[in-house]
């Protein structure tokens, strides 16, 4: 049984940084790519970053979070981050991890959510004006 589970999250002021984590469990982590997803109130759950399995090598961003936000992963803990800088008030969302495990990356596919079998369940960030 697969659990993935988000932290990080809290009320931070514009122009303000913070760092999310999720940390998997229940199988063997290398194999995931992993992506991070939000979700505005009264708008559809967007992708935000993804990252291949194994070494991580292969990363991608939505344009909006480009050059502000990086997503890693540490296998050995078993955890992927998203390190969230210049904080804007239009990036307040439940913040969700996903993992898809043993398929080979693509930019294309992983950043579809339907792409994920797994899904964690959601930090709050709060980027106040």
């Known amino acids: 049984q697969v659990q993935l589970v988000e932290s990080g999250g809290g009320l931070v002021q514009d122009g303000g940084s913070l760092r999310l984590s999720c940390a998997a469990s229940g199988r063997t982590f290398s194999t995931a790519s992993m992506g991070w997803f939000r979700q505005a109130p009264g708008k559809e759950r967007e992708f935000v970053a993804t990252?291949?399995?194994?070494?991580?090598?292969?990363?991608y961003y939505a344009d909006s979070v480009k050059g502000r936000f990086t997503i890693s992963r540490d296998n050995a803990k078993n955890t992927v981050s998203l390190e969230m800088n210049s904080l804007r008030p239009e990036d307040t969302a439940v913040y969700y991890c996903?993992?898809?495990?043993?398929?080979?990356?693509?930019?294309?596919?992983?950043?579809?959510?339907?792409?994920?079998?797994?899904w964690g369940q959601g930090t709050q960030v709060t980027v106040s004006s």
């Open positions: 996903a993992a898809k495990y043993r398929e080979p990356y693509s930019a294309t596919f992983h950043r579809l959510a339907a792409a994920y079998d797994y």
């Open positions: 990252i291949g399995w194994w070494s991580g090598t292969n990363t």
